[in-house]
């Protein structure tokens, strides 16, 4: 079964910590993407990986293609990052995303 | 250049209803995708429509079906609603139907079922 995990399920931090969540996927991806979810819906596309390291602002997200794992960091995080933020995959021999049950992110001042 | 919009945002059906959702695509993109995401789930993919053409299916009934416009913009019709069907339903486009490419979200409409 082609599946997508993501840890913590939870995080609480306080604002100004470094924050890491984890994806990993079971079978080779054509691309890896990195969303926000805010409270009410909208979702956002934060990056998109197929090899190595993307940075953006405060952001930063890397992917290890072998040991099919990716991660996105958050430095400095602030309490407008509480969201969820789910990684998607396409898998290799498939045209739609499928999507991980998503990390919930709280950052408290 | 306006984003992906969606209507309405809420809406309440009762069960054996039939319901449509609209979705407006970004400025020059023709490809449409839909998914539902339940409370507390990650969203699941309905369908992709490109060029007014579907262009692949996840594992949803026959009862949810769609549309594309010519000018790109897209419909979620579901029949006969379950409660089960109760979700957000987001669409979302880009530019080309290809893994790499960016999809840009609607809002999403809230759907739920009695």
């Known amino acids: 079964k082609n599946e997508v995990e993501q840890s913590p399920q939870n995080l609480t931090a306080q604002e100004g910590e470094f924050i890491t969540i984890n994806c990993s996927y079971s079978?080779?991806?054509?691309?890896l993407h990195w969303l926000q979810q805010h409270p009410g819906g909208g979702i956002v596309s934060l990056f998109m990986?197929?090899?190595g390291k993307k940075k953006h602002g405060r952001l930063i997200a890397t992917i290890n293609i072998q040991e099919k794992h990716s991660s996105l960091h958050i430095t400095a995080s602030h309490p407008r990052d509480s969201a969820v933020y789910i990684c998607a995959v396409r898998w290799n021999y498939g045209q739609n995303f499928v999507f991980g049950p998503g990390t919930r992110l709280s950052v408290l001042p | 250049e306006t984003g992906v919009t969606q209507s309405p945002t809420h809406l309440i059906k009762t069960r054996g209803q039939q319901v449509t959702l609209r979705c407006s695509s970004q400025?020059?993109?023709?490809?449409v995708s839909w998914y539902q995401q339940a409370l507390g789930q990650g969203p699941q993919f309905i369908f992709q429509?490109?060029?007014?053409?579907?262009?692949g299916r996840g594992n949803f009934p026959p009862r949810f079906s769609g549309l594309q416009f010519p000018n790109y913009s897209s419909e979620l019709n579901v029949n006969a609603l379950e409660l089960d069907d109760s979700a957000l339903y987001l669409c979302?486009?880009?530019?080309?139907?290809?893994?790499?490419?960016?999809?840009?979200f609607g809002p999403g409409t809230r759907l739920l079922v009695l």
């Open positions: 979302a486009s880009s530019l080309l139907p290809l893994p790499q490419e960016t999809q840009y």
């Open positions: 429509y490109y060029r007014e053409e579907e262009n």
């Open positions: 079978v080779g991806i054509s691309a």
């Open positions: 990986l197929s090899s």
């Open positions: 400025s020059g993109h023709n490809t």
